[in-house]
């Protein structure tokens, strides 16, 4: 079974509610997607093993935690995805970045492949897949087979906003993944939107409608 984690941290929250709102700017709003991501990643790091080292204070030495060799991977599924990125990698600088580009055909609402380059040493790595909104699911869903594909064992999904039929399609499909939400939201529109939703996250972060 898949664990699914909705947030409750009041700095969540807030930030969420801002977002939302059809008056928040374009630099606003971007600004807002790096600095909820990287609140989202740390409820999300909370397991991470930790190791004891040696160290040296100015006064002595004593032995300090740091964390265990774990070789992490942040996976932005495009476009939507790059401004969490950007966000979580303040707190995690040394962490890897692969790229996935997905849209979703307006139609069908299938998400169609585009790009995908990931490191070198991807299949050692542990993934933290991002992307601000989990709708029908088919975006996600497809970003964590391709990884799978490539040998990829552990995986993380963080997004800012979920519908419940997107939760459904993702952890029935992956049920072996972690999956990380700001808000749960009440459903989807006839176009597969999210609502009450904040519109086109790609739109509103690059200002592209
Ligand atoms: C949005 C969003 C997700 C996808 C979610 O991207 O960033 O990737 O839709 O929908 P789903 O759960 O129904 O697949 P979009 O396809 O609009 O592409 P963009 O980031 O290039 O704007
Ligand atoms: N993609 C978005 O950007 N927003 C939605 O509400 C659904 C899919």
Redesign the pocket.
Known sequence: MSNVYIMDHPLIQHKIGIMRRKTTSTKEFRDLVSEVAMLICYEATRKLPLTEIEIETPLMRTVAKEIEGKKLCIVP?????LHMADGILTLIPNAKVGHIG???NEET?E?VEYFCKLPSDAAEREMYVV??????????VAAINLLKKRGIKKITFLCLIAAPE?VARLTSEHPDVDVYIGNLDERLNEN?YILPGLG????RIYGTK
């Open positions: 599924i495009l476009r939507a995805g997905l849209y979703r609402l998400p992307d601000p909104m989990l709708a029908t699911g088919g975006s996600a997107g597969g086109d996250a790609g739109d």
